[in-house]
């Protein structure tokens, strides 16, 4: 049993993907990915959802909020920078405008409307985590941490620079036996290559998921584009060849009381965390800011 959905197999008529909590066989997260194009509205009635719209490579975007204009700056690609972005409540209607370009719009069953909110690229907190090949950027857009307006959703970016490890050690958000946190999520993955701004079609990378119970022991070779649905279970490693820089936007919400990033980490691998303290991080990292990339990316 795999997860796995290659690019192009949740593509519509009017989006690259479509994640509904319908399609995955879950209860909570969802995802649309849509390329814009110059004179083309793209409308969405969330309904029962609160969403948060990420763009992915378009700039000077127009997002309508039950009518309401704001503008998202944007940016080239997911390599290129921290992107600027946009909260909207349950029951919005939803509609966006660009010359081109993608936009993610990131979903999750919610119990209340809340507020419009606009976040500004130089607002969005970066992380450095982990060390040595297991040094990662993590780029927290709607996390509890950075944002506290959301009722379910959880949103963050992850830049995995050329050889190195994410997703490490293997962790899980299941709520299945010892493990009381409950997170579905979403990897959309754009995979480059080199210096590129953006994702390639020759990118590609590793992942891998296993359950608890020894049902899904999945690992899978990712393509520029592809998408992989956690129900349950470890996941991890998310591995980047040295040529080929992985970025992934993740999408966690579930049932709890209040919204989450905790983890279980794989018992066997736990011991991971503090050997790192005995090693550098990446010095390539941070690999983005609100400004482009980061002069120490390319050494």
């Known amino acids: 049993m795999s997860w796995h959905r290659p690019a192009g197999q949740l593509a519509t008529e009017r989006a690259d993907v479509v994640v509904t909590p319908e399609i995955a066989g879950w209860d909570f997260s969802g995802l649309q ?11 969405i009635d969330l309904g029962t959802d609160e969403a948060v719209i990420v763009p992915l490579s378009a700039s000077d975007i127009e997002v309508l909020v039950d ?14 920078a921290v992107s600027d972005w946009l909260y909207a409540p349950r029951g919005a209607r939803l509609t966006l405008r660009g010359r081109g370009g993608e936009v993610a719009v990131c979903t999750a069953r919610a119990r209340e409307a809340r507020s419009v909110v606009y976040t500004p690229a130089v607002d969005v907190p970066v992380e450095v985590r982990g060390a040595g090949r297991a040094t990662r950027q993590i780029t927290n857009i709607a996390t509890p941490n950075s944002f ?13 620079p050329g050889g190195n490890w994410s997703s490490w050690p293997p962790h899980r958000h299941d709520g299945i036996g010892d493990c009381p946190i409950a997170n579905e999520e979403i990897y959309y993955f754009r995979i480059g290559r080199l210096d590129s701004g953006h994702g390639d079609p020759e990118g590609e990378g590793l992942f891998h998921v296993y359950t608890v119970d020894g049902s899904v022991d999945d690992t899978v070779t990712i393509h ?29 919400a579930g049932p709890g009381d209040e919204r989450t990033m905790s983890f279980c980490d794989d018992p066997a691998h736990h011991w991971i965390r503090t050997a790192w303290d005995d090693q550098p991080p990446d010095p390539r990292l941070p690999w983005t800011s609100a400004t482009g990339r980061v002069p120490t990316a390319n050494g």
């Open 148 to 160: 506290s307006g959301a009722d379910r959703i959880n949103v963050c970016e992850v830049i995995t």
């Open 33 to 43: 990915v849509l390329t814009l194009t110059d004179g083309v509205a793209h409308s």
């Open 224 to 252: 520029d584009g592809d998408v992989y649905l956690v129900p349950q279970g470890y996941h991890g490693p998310s591995v980047a060849p040295p040529e080929y820089p992985m970025y992934f936007l993740n999408v966690l």
């Open 67 to 80: 009518d309401v204009p704001y503008r998202l700056a944007g940016r080239a690609g997911v390599f290129a």
